[in-house]
């Protein structure tokens, strides 16, 4: 049984498969389109033709369908792939960092990454940020007592319960501790985007063709 909330497919399972095939599928219908116009766009219209109709697609509810098994996210990071070949005139073996690095975007799990990335530097540093979103992921034990930026450079789990390490508040937590220091450490938010993404985007795996 499926149920379409907010724009959302969820199964019974809540493994997010349904959700992510209708995007897939939703994007593959382009790239026929887009291959047979191209000779017809400037690089600067197809770029934007991306981040019309492929972009918000991938970050709507990211940080919610991008928690998914790798499997179920692989196929939608090879239809997007195939479209920024076809956009950029690149072969099957162009390198993929230089797909994302053209039009300053990154691949799916990276983009999850820089999703949930801006969540937690908005609850930590944004006194506008909601409370209730604020309370379910930030910490309730701080690393210590002086109150600095550098006091949610870690991240403190809340509980041992083994429920706990299945809940997005662990993943989260988890991925925020995984980013160098020196990128937590900005303050401003425009800042931490860019350099965050940058960071991103250089530890993608230059040696993928998929």
């Known amino acids: 049984m499926k149920t379409t909330f907010l724009g959302l497919i969820v199964d019974e399972q809540l493994s997010w498969s349904s959700h ?3 995007i897939n599928n939703c994007i593959k219908q382009y790239i026929g389109v887009l291959y047979k116009r191209k000779p017809l766009l400037s690089h600067d219209c197809r770029r ?8 918000p697609k991938l970050i709507y509810a990211l940080e919610l369908f991008g928690t998914a098994a790798k499997t179920l996210l692989d196929p939608l990071k090879v239809t997007v792939n195939r479209i920024l070949r076809v956009l950029q005139d690149c072969g099957r073996n162009s390198n993929v960092i230089s797909l994302y690095s053209n039009y300053n975007t990154l691949p799916i799990s990276e983009l999850f990454k820089f999703v949930v990335g801006i969540i937690i530097f908005k609850c930590l540093y944004d006194p506008n940020i909601s409370q209730s979103l604020h309370d379910a992921l930030i910490i309730n034990n701080p690393v210590h007592m002086y109150s600095t930026r550098s006091l949610n450079n870690m991240i403190l789990y809340r509980s041992n319960a083994p429920s706990y390490y299945a ?3 662990y993943l989260y937590c988890t991925l925020w501790n995984d980013i160098p220091l020196s990128i937590k450490n900005i303050a401003f938010l425009n800042k931490f985007k860019k350099t965050y993404k940058l960071h991103l985007l250089q530890s993608i795996n230059i040696t993928q063709t998929v």
Do not use: E, K
Request: hydrophobic share 65%; net charge neutral; charged share 0%.
């Open 167 to 169: 809940s997005l508040s």
């Open 20 to 22: 992510i095939t209708s």
């Open 48 to 55: 934007m033709l991306f981040f019309a109709i492929v972009y």
